[in-house]
Structures are given as C-alpha cells and as structure tokens.
C-alpha cells in the first residue's frame, strides 16, 4: 500500500478532532484513529479503517490493541489505490459483519457518502439534509457539511463543532 497523501491525513485528522470532541463531550463512547484494527468474524485478517467509533455500551469489545467485533461507524478516507477496496470490498464486507454506519470520503472526487444498515447486511445510502448537511443515525446530532473537507486550509474543528451544537464562534 502507498503511505496516504498529506491531504488524507488532513481530512483525518480534522475528523478525528470534530468528531471525537463531540463524542466525548456527550460521553457517547470513543473515537479511534488508524492504525488500530478492528476484528471481524467474517474478515481472518481483519480491518483498520481510518476512523471507528465505539458507542458507549460496546466499549467491552475493546482491547489494548484490537476492536473485537464491529464498530458502531466507521469512516474511510479514498486514496488512489484503496478506491476499489473501499467503496466495495469494505463496503461489502462492513455490511456483512454489521457495521451499523459507514462512511465513504473521497478528496479526490470531493464527495461524502454516507451508508446505513438498513437491514443485516444490506446499507442504504442517507441522503443529505436541505442544507446539504449528511446526519449521523448512530449519533444523533452529528452531522457533517461535506464542503468543509475541501476547504483550504481545513476550518478549525472547534469552530465547526459549535455550528453542530447550534452555536456560532
């Protein structure tokens, strides 16, 4: 695999704060950034997605060193060479194993979809709100505007943070 480009780890890292204060301000459970690997039945290998999200009452399924069983969201970050494997192998796999929320960023083509397990092992796709903004079901009042991402330099995850609690900065 080729390192991922300063863009990727950008976006990551901004997701990574945005939405990680906002679960810890709720005490809604926790956010993992890659490398962390995240054991599926399905998977013998398993899987390290950009960023995971365990909800509170799934916090037993964490080790040291390992996410054993699904992540209640996970969000994947398009590079060149992962597109194939993200979009559908992940996606397809995710699905299978139960992963309730998975979401599909892609700098490349500036896009952000967003997938619920609708049924077992079949996502539907949320649609944006609106306002253009994609809400989280996994955690309610979550939700992303997907310009932010493409914004240079990325906004401040504090400032954006407030515009998610109703608060201007």
Excluded: C
Excluded at 131 to 156: C, N, T
Aim: glycine letters at 6%; zero cysteines; aromatic letters at 8%.
């Amino acid at each position: 695999m080729s390192p991922a480009s300063l863009r990727h780890q950008l976006i990551l890292s901004f997701l990574s704060a945005l939405l990680g204060q906002f679960v810890q301000q709720r005490q809604a459970g926790i956010v993992v950034p890659a490398p962390f690997p995240m054991q599926l039945a399905q998977i013998r290998r398993g899987r390290e997605p950009d960023l995971l999200f365990v909800a509170k009452e799934n916090l037993d399924r964490l080790s040291e060193s390992q996410l054993k069983g699904p992540a209640d969201l996970v969000i994947e970050i398009v590079s060149p060479e992962s597109r194939v494997r993200d979009r559908h192998i992940k996606y397809s796999e995710y699905a299978a194993a139960g992963v309730p929320e998975y979401w599909l960023i892609d700098p490349m083509a500036h896009t952000v979809e967003v997938f619920w397990l609708a049924t077992p092992g079949e996502y539907q796709r949320i649609e944006a709100d609106d306002a253009g903004r994609l809400r989280s079901r996994v955690l309610p009042g979550f939700w992303l505007q997907p310009s932010w991402l493409w914004m240079e330099p990325l906004p401040s995850a504090a400032d954006k943070l407030a515009a998610i609690a109703g608060r201007a900065m």
